[in-house]
T-cell receptor
Framework: KAGVTQTPRYLIKTRGQQVTLSCSPI?????VSWYQQTPGQGLQFLFE???????NKGNFPGRFSGRQFSNSRSEMNVSTLELGDSALYLC??????????????FGEGSRLTVL | QQQVKQSPQSLIVQKGGISIINCAYE??????FPWYQQFPGKGPALLIA?????SEKKEGRFTISFNKSAKQFSLHIMDSQPGDSATYFC???????????FGKGTRLSVIA
């Protein structure tokens, strides 16, 4: 099986712009989670989608949003970018219907730099 | 609010030595405690996990020790090798559809 695929791998934006990141989960996985990774804060949970519905949401401002499509692929969007949004954005998929019953499979991430 | 506190931030261990990373949590509803390993340029990958019904779990050179009363758990890497050099994250989650929360990570360097 192919792993979790994230695109783009690297991108540079300027403050005030918006960005859309894409994630294709492992085939058969219906849950997709997004995490923000920064050197100082580790991995911070953004949100989780299951069957096109947001099932959990972390403590991030409304500028961060996401969605999931019927094929389980997911996108996240960050609007009005700030310098502090520079980070590695990781997507993870899970096969179970209950979020914490199994292993999270991570992609290699999308590295966002905001100038 | 950091729900899982991890220490140390960085660790240097001699080849063949024991690497120990500690985590503490506050939420008594947590019932799943995995450790993830991340190499540079890669996403984290599950290394080993434990549930509170056991106090220890061993897989090869990797062992999780779990102390429910102290709300602490730790990762021990025996006979540490240069290939173990990576960032390690502890994590925890509760029952039901609750997300996995991670510690801030420990950067391990194993030197020859």
């Amino acid at each position: 099986k192919a792993g979790v695929t994230q695109t783009p791998r690297y991108l540079i934006k300027t403050r005030g712009q918006q960005v859309t990141l894409s994630c294709s989960p492992i085939s058969g996985h219906r849950s997709v989670s997004w995490y923000q990774q920064t050197p100082g804060q580790g991995l911070q949970f953004l949100f989780e989608y299951f069957s096109e519905t947001q099932r959990n949401k972390g403590n991030f401002p409304g500028r961060f949003s996401g969605r999931q499509f019927s094929n389980s692929r997911s996108e996240m969007n960050v609007s009005t970018l700030e310098l502090g949004d520079s980070a590695l954005y990781l997507c993870a998929s899970n096969e179970g219907e209950v979020a914490n019953t199994g292993e999270l499979f991570f992609g290699e991430g999308s590295r966002l730099t905001v100038l | 609010q950091q729900q899982v506190k991890q220490s140390p931030q960085s660790l240097i261990v001699q080849k063949g030595g024991i690497s120990i990373i500690n985590c503490a949590y506050e939420n008594t509803a947590f019932d799943y405690f995995p450790w993830y390993q991340q190499f540079p340029g890669k996403g984290p990958a599950l290394l080993i996990a434990i549930r509170p019904d056991v106090s220890e779990k061993k897989e090869g050179r990797f062992t999780i020790s779990f102390n429910k009363s102290a709300k602490q758990f730790s990762l021990h890497i025996m006979d540490s090798q240069p290939g173990d050099s990576a960032t390690y994250f502890c994590a925890a989650s509760g029952m039901g559809n609750t997300p996995l929360v991670f510690g801030k990570g420990t950067r391990l360097s194993v030197i020859a």
